[in-house]
């Protein structure tokens, strides 16, 4: 990495390609014109396939927490029952604003580390009513570095539950790993412009299924600029109901572009080896990962700090090496370190940071050599690799 281009391997903003750069910095155009309703057009068309819906998908400007409150307060009303499946500071955040607006919440919150039990969340449904009008889901939770298995969190709660509206973020995870909304019957799903989509901050895309839009003719929690149904009013003409980002939303279009040219199934498979990378680079230097294995997110790596490693010394020296790891959130604060993979990541970004993390480790006497780190994380890219093309090969 150059001086000037460090490897920022946090998870979001993420680092931008140099077209999507290029993309944010061309002249405005009317955002009420027909070329920006072309850019809306396929801004639609580009994401649903990655959302699994054939629905309509709002482009609303805002950080991807406005769109966790888009889908509370769009949906919902003060006083309706809602069950909040927490496992990290995200899936607290989503509850919080649902408590925010008046929902009566109920808090179902796993070990941090590890994902929700379907099992588990059917026995709370079946022995809590049916009534719950909503039940909450994260998808990535981005502060332990943990995915959550969506698809058979939501079959329980179809099961149990099945008239609760089942509002999902997928802020750091959509774009980067197959998701199913329509068929895994989630929804409300929100996503934000600065995680897998390689463009800067600025934009939520929010999809909602036909009961989703359905419930936002009777839920009575107070809305004015998330107003979903104004989006979808003014989608229909190409437009946003206030004015959008629209140097974000050229940069949204060209990220998707180029996710189109290496296809979603490079995009994902390339997601999985950075990910599988990082995890078996950072276990070689002696780093115990945060997250159960069975879970372990696709976009983020979590890792404790070790007992007796001075990290804010270490972090210095890796900062100072031009790569940007993130620190743990909230309660993690101080114990965990984070590994961003998502977006325009690439392999050799991947091994430059184990590269990195080695070459400081060994140089503060805590590795008799560097290079095990890196080895490792090319045999685990490698082996992912493999495995891929003997699953395809098989399937073919
Ligand atoms: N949800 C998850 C899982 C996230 O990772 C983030 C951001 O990191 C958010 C919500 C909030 O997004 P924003 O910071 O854009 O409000």
Redesign the pocket.
Known sequence: MSRFEPNLRI??PTALPPSVREAGARQMVNHRGPEFAALLGRIQAGMKPYFGTTGDVAILT???????ETAVVNTLSPGDRVLGISIGS?GD??AKIAEVYGATVERMSAEWGWAAEPAEVRERLAAGGRDYRAVLL??????TGVMNPVAELAAAIREEAPDALILV?????LGAVPFEMDDWGCDVV?T?S??AWMAA?GL?MVAASERAWAAMETARMPRFYLDLRKHRELLEKGETPWTPAVAVAFQVDEGLRLMAEETPAGVFARHEVCAAATQAGLEALGFELFAEPAHRSKTVTAAWIPDGLDWKAVNGELKRRDLVLAGGQGKLAGKIFRVGHLGMVRLDEILAAIGTIEEVLAESGRLPAPGAGVAAAERAAIAVEAHRSTAAAGAR
Do not use: Y
């Open positions: 998870p979001g805002c950080a991807g927490t406005g769109g966790l995200f955040r989503f994260t998808h990535n939770e981005t502060s973020d997928a802020v750091s995870s929100v934000g600065q995680k901050p939520a």
